[in-house]
């Protein structure tokens, strides 16, 4: 491609980035993101990005699409040349319909008025969004947002396109779409700058590649030798460990640049978990273990699932695993603390060794499942999916009087942090939120990694429903989860015989509220139970 | 294509793009606003009503500051301050409150402050709507003077800017600054003569208070709204050449700095 000398139309001349860190009782002030860069981006070429996390690729963009200046060395463009960063939902305010909302990211992203009115209704036409286009925004769910941000940034033309990972959004169909627009839109004579985790799609998109490490270009040229080099390098580093990930999409505004991890900083991390995972159990795709997430409405009994889970030595769940895994998963891709925030007190019921045994059974090697429970992970379910690709998802239902009785018999003992007497309002509403998320993700995943249990069905201490749950997890039944699906269907079974304590105005509002159709699909939508 | 060379800092001339965003942006935050709430809209009337209120009741019953004429006189006081103010303390934190997103798309800085500013300066338009009907039920008629009114406006948003550029500039390297600026309001709010004339102070001090340029910019309001005169023009004239030098410096210091402030935030 362009052997007739190609028209340059950026020049990186040793440039250097310098994060000032402004945390106290760091002894490190700061850091250098790009240390002496060079690099060159010719007119019509697609020049990919590679490097681990916190190699500068992200700065790098940043300073191509001169959102900052670089402390050292210079930038020079060809006159009048403009550079765009893609960025997806820029500026959104939840409050405004779509239609405004478009409006004012496509001028933040550098359209004119004009132009984004112009473009209107392809965009809401490519969005799929023609009936809620005038809706407020906070009434969109994630993917909707997501293919107008989508949409919206795509009808950017600038001379360079400068894109970080985003190459899809939105449902899976959507997904499909916008990948195949964004595929033409790299292969056709655009200028185009990809930064990416994933060598593969690099490999496929660009016509040159950079390598970045720690700052500075390591090899840059023909893709498929530096990405060989680059491949050998992971390779050597991670011996048997994960191999890097695919690109995750991230939507959310607002991360850090290059803040993330000095480079220095974040080698060493790497290597101490290199160390710590010396079993390799990673290594191997059939011995990588899948993930597996518990959720459902409050009350609906996810902590009892957690205890039974755990009873087998295969399934790991619970929160300090996930403070090994958060090192793991890189904080550019998605904010850890935001799924795995500290769970409150009421799960700390257990002596302060378990999550030590946790992560010990991690470690013997033989596990198959990771995961953690948490009623509400349903409030993020597009991106467990999409961050976890494909989790299991154990959707736990319960009748809404047990659960609303489960709430007043908690207030009553005051033991709980729901002393509130609304609260019965809080499950019913929950529980139709809950179970409509849950519609959206079978509907945009399939039925088949999703597990439905209905409380009362599951633990009325029919040994066939805990040999169901295993043959979706694809595990053989082994008997300690044996002994604790009995002792646990003891206790809720004494837990039945209560009485429920509902005054006449909490059974009129939950017999008005309670959607039968939801129920009735949610126990559809899984017929093994 | 130059060799090497470091780019000129240059100042982003008004470019049609960015006015409109600016424009947007302001209507996007009011109509954000708006919505968050039940009243809406609503609150564009309630708001400035109970806040006059409450001053109303302090200086008027509490204080008993038995002037004549004192509700007019206050309230001309408190909306012109309540711009000023509300306009500073906001806009100066423009810039720190828009690092996520001057870190996804290049945007001259000084776009941020302004379009804070023509926010303000629409709900000050509301309000002062509000306040003329009040004064002439009140019994204070419309007069030719009224033609001052444009200019008066437009002397106090050049003087706004004039604070704010500077300020917007400088409080994301001194994030401490957003303190002072609280402090400094709050001091400037009793020496702005919001309550009391200018006259009614001791002769000493009087040249010390007419320092102030908000003083004359709120009793210019009031020789126009209550004695149907044109303000004084030497002071305005004074404050308008002060004002374009704290732009000119300001969106200078904003210029310079722009590319600097995405890195900042953490």
């Known amino acids: 491609m362009g052997q007739a000398a190609p028209k340059r139309l950026i020049l990186v001349d040793g440039v250097g980035v310098r994060y000032r860190l402004r945390s106290p009782g760091s002894d490190r002030r700061s850091f250098w993101a790009l240390r002496d860069v060079c690099a060159e981006v010719f007119q019509g070429e697609s020049l990919g990005v590679v490097g681990r996390n916190s190699a500068g690729k992200s700065t790098l963009l940043r300073v191509l699409a001169r959102i900052i200046a670089p402390d050292r060395g210079a930038v020079t463009q060809a006159p009048g040349l403009e550079t765009a960063l893609l960025s997806l939902q820029v500026g959104f305010i939840p409050q405004l319909t779509g239609r405004e909302n478009a409006v004012l990211s496509g001028l933040l992203l550098g359209l004119s008025k004009r132009e984004v009115e112009r473009e209107m209704e392809w965009i ?37 396109l400068l894109i970080d990972e985003v190459l899809s959004a939105g449902d899976w169909s959507f997904r ?27 490999r496929e998109l660009c016509d040159r590649a950079l390598w970045l490490d720690g700052g500075v270009v390591r090899e840059s040229g023909e893709t498929e030798r530096v990405l060989r080099r680059y491949e050998a390098h992971l390779a050597r580093r991670q011996e048997g460990g994960p191999p890097a990930r695919s690109a995750i999409l991230t939507t959310t505004g607002g991360r850090d640049p290059g803040v993330d991890k000095p ?10 978990r290199a160390r710590g995972n010396g079993s390799g159990l990673e290594g191997e795709s059939p011995r990588r273990p899948g993930w597996l997430f518990v959720m459902g409405c409050e009350r609906s009994g996810t902590t009892a699932f957690l205890r039974l889970l755990n009873s087998d030595r295969r399934i790991v769940l619970g929160r300090e695993r996930f403070k090994f895994v958060a090192d793991r998963v890189s904080p550019e891709h998605f904010e850890a603390e935001r799924f795995f925030h500290p769970v409150p007190e009421e799960t700390n019921y257990l002596d302060p060794g378990y999550y030590e ?50 709430y007043n018999v908690r207030a009553a003992r005051g033991e709980d942090r729901w002393p509130r007497r609304k609260d019965y309002r809080l499950a019913v509403r929950d529980w139709n939120r809950s179970l409509s998320l849950l519609r959206k993700f079978v509907l945009a995943n399939g039925s088949r990694r999703v597990f439905v249990v209905e409380h009362a069905q599951f633990f009325s201490a029919r040994a066939g429903h805990l040999a169901r749950l295993y043959s979706f997890l694809g595990l053989p039944l082994e008997e300690p989860p044996r002994e604790a699906f009995a002792s646990l269907c003891r206790e809720w079974q004494q837990l039945r015989r209560k009485k429920l304590e509902l005054s006449p105005e909490m059974v009129e509002h939950l017999e008005r509220k309670r959607d039968r159709l939801l129920e009735i699909w949610a126990l559809q939508a899984c017929p093994r139970l | 294509m130059g060799a090497g060379s470091r780019e000129p800092v240059k100042v982003p001339l008004p470019n049609r793009r960015y006015l409109d965003l600016v424009v947007y942006r302001a209507y996007a935050d009011l109509r954000g606003e708006a919505e968050r709430t039940y009243a809406g809209y609503l609150w564009w009337v309630i708001d400035p009503v109970v806040n006059m209120a409450v001053y109303y009741v302090v200086f008027a019953f509490f204080l008993d500051r038995g002037r004549e004429d004192f509700a007019p006189f206050l309230l001309i006081g408190l909306v012109t301050w309540r711009w000023f ?14 690092a996520g997103l001057m870190r996804q798309v290049y945007l001259p800085k000084i776009v941020l402050p302004t379009s804070d500013v023509v926010n303000l300066t629409l709900r000050f338009l509301f309000a002062f709507a509000l306040l003329l009907p009040f004064l002439w039920i009140y019994g204070f008629p419309v007069t030719l003077s009224y033609l001052a009114l444009p200019i008066l406006m437009v002397v106090e948003l050049l003087l706004i800017l004039a604070v704010v550029y500077p300020l917007a500039a400088l409080v994301p390297l001194l994030p401490d600054l957003r303190k002072v600026v609280d402090n400094g309001l709050t001091l400037l709010f009793f020496l702005s003569g919001i309550f009391y004339a200018g006259a009614s102070l001791p002769e000493r001090v009087r040249p010390y208070f007419y320092l102030n340029p908000v003083v004359h910019l709120i009793e210019g309001y009031r020789t126009v709204l209550m004695e149907g005169r044109w303000p004084a023009p030497l002071p305005l004239v004074a404050v308008v050449v002060g004002s374009l030098i704290g732009v000119a410096v300001g969106s200078a210091l904003l210029s310079r700095w722009d590319r600097l402030y995405p890195r900042l935030a953490n």
């Not at chain 1, 809401?124 to 940034?153: K, N």
């Not at chain 1, 499909?176 to 593969?200: C, D, F, G, Q, W």
């Not at chain 2, 103010?85 to 828009?98: D, P």
């Open chain 2, 85 to 98: 103010q509300t306009a500073v303390r906001i806009a100066s934190a423009s810039i720190l409150g828009g």
């Open chain 1, 124 to 160: 809401v036409a490519f969005a799929e969004l023609e009936e809620f286009i005038d809706q407020p925004m906070h009434s969109y769910s994630s993917g909707m947002r997501a293919r107008l941000g989508f949409s919206v940034a795509f009808r950017l033309e600038p001379d360079v």
């Open chain 1, 263 to 272: 480079a220095s900083d974040g080698s060493s991390a790497e290597g101490g």
């Open chain 1, 357 to 406: 045994a946790l992560r010990e059974r991690w470690r013997a090697g033989d596990v198959r499942y990771l995961g953690d429970k948490n009623p509400r992970y349903y409030e993020h379910l597009p991106r467990l999916a999409e961050t976890f690709p494909g989790c299991r998802i154990l959707f736990l239902v319960r009748d809404l009087y047990r659960v609303a009785s489960s």
């Open chain 1, 176 to 202: 499909k779409k916008s990948a195949l627009e964004m595929r033409r839109k790299i292969r056709s004579e655009k200028t185009i700058v990809l930064v990416s985790h994933n060598p593969k799609m690099v």
